[in-house]
């Protein structure tokens, strides 16, 4: 709940939801504006069945399977997207941002929750190469004895669509 509540989420906007699980972080962000459009992609056909079944509201909360690099959505249709821990699991994170640039409307936001395994310099890099010139950390939260955590990072798309090479 916390990352929904950090990130401004409003009526009529559309948002993503990279790696949902069982899809109750895409249903908590429709029921807080119940006039925009929700989608969770998650890689595992298990958790989208459960969470078509559970909270699916066809046109208004949808989930769909994904492949874990391309994400199934036309260029330049989301306000938000939002990525919890989906990078962990991919091969290639940089290719993955680009491809969540890709679905964002010039000006939107993409919200990234990762657990902190690694030096934050690496997502900042990621980041920029996908074209996310700004981004800032929202929230850390680390393990005691510093060992892990978790970070939230913002980051808004360019205002002017930047030419992304598509996804080997």
């Known amino acids: 709940m916390l990352l929904l509540d950090l990130a401004?989420?409003?009526?009529?906007?559309?948002?993503?939801f990279v790696q949902c699980g069982?899809?109750?972080?895409?249903?908590?962000?429709?029921?807080?504006?119940?006039k925009g459009f929700a989608c969770g992609l998650d890689t595992t056909p298990g958790h989208v069945a459960r969470a078509s079944e559970l909270r699916g509201v066809p046109g208004k909360l949808e989930f769909r399977t994904w492949d874990g690099t391309r994400l199934p959505c036309p260029s330049q249709s989301f306000h938000r997207v939002f990525s919890t821990f989906a990078l962990e699991r991919c091969a290639q994170p940089g290719a993955l941002l680009r491809e969540m640039q890709r679905a964002l409307l010039p000006g939107g936001e993409l919200y990234v929750l990762e657990l902190q395994q690694e030096p934050d310099e690496r997502l900042v890099a990621a980041?920029?190469?996908?074209?996310?010139?700004?981004?800032h950390e929202l929230i850390r939260r680390?393990?005691?004895?510093?060992?892990?955590?978790?970070?939230?990072?913002?980051?808004?798309?360019?205002?002017e669509p930047v030419a992304v090479p598509p996804a080997a």
Do not use: H, K, T, Y
Request: charged share 30%; hydrophobic share 50%.
């Open 22 to 34: 069982d899809g109750w972080i895409a249903e908590e962000a429709w029921r807080r504006v119940l």
């Open 142 to 159: 680390v393990a005691p004895a510093g060992r892990g955590g978790v970070i939230l990072r913002a980051c808004r798309a360019p205002v």
């Open 8 to 16: 401004p989420i409003r009526a009529w906007e559309r948002f993503l």
């Open 127 to 135: 980041l920029e190469e996908a074209g996310f010139s700004e981004s």
